[in-house]
């Protein structure tokens, strides 16, 4: 007996396969559907409009979730990023005997300062790879003697807006 057009048992109304279907598991799936069967093809509108909404509403907030997130992972990263610098701001002040200066900035962390003072005992690099940009990909900014403090450095990022002062996402972050 051929299988084209054999009947598999399925909860669905008058099913029928076409081709070779019988070695498959067991499976709730209506393919090729006779024509003159009561079997419905497809979604009706309403049913689309309710699965889209549905969907709308779970992007909507899981979206809200991760936005949230990403502002948060930068404010951190660039607080982290901070005390990596003043940890290697730290290690030239103890070979050099002063931080560098404004005009240095941290590019004295990789190269050894061309101009004045030039450091008597600089052993750099004192960090691994290049200076980074703040998680919003501006340079951040260093001043020596500081301004905060003026016997120690000022190491800070201006946020998401790139200009002093704000709230949030926009606040400055700083250290030491």
Do not use: C
């Amino acid at each position: 007996m051929s299988r084209e057009g054999s009947r598999v048992p399925s909860p669905h109304r008058n099913v029928r396969l076409r081709g070779d279907y019988e070695s498959l598991p067991h499976a709730n799936i209506r393919l090729h559907a006779d024509p003159g069967s009561s079997a419905r093809a497809g979604l009706t509108l309403l049913e689309l409009v309710v699965v889209i909404t549905v969907l709308g509403l779970l992007a909507g907030l899981v979206g809200i979730q991760i936005f949230g997130r990403v502002s948060e992972a930068k404010t951190t990263t660039a607080r982290t990023q901070i005390e990596l610098l003043s940890t290697a701001l730290d290690s030239y002040r103890l070979d050099n005997g002063v931080y560098p200066t404004t005009e240095q900035g941290l590019a004295a962390l990789r190269e050894k300062p061309a101009r004045g003072p030039v450091p008597p005992n600089w052993r750099g690099p004192y960090l691994r790879r290049a200076v980074p940009l703040d998680p919003w990909e501006r340079p951040y900014v260093y001043r020596y003697p500081g301004e905060r403090n003026p016997s120690m450095f000022d190491l800070l990022s201006y946020g998401r807006d790139g200009r002093p002062g704000g709230e949030g996402e926009d606040a400055d972050l700083g250290g030491p």
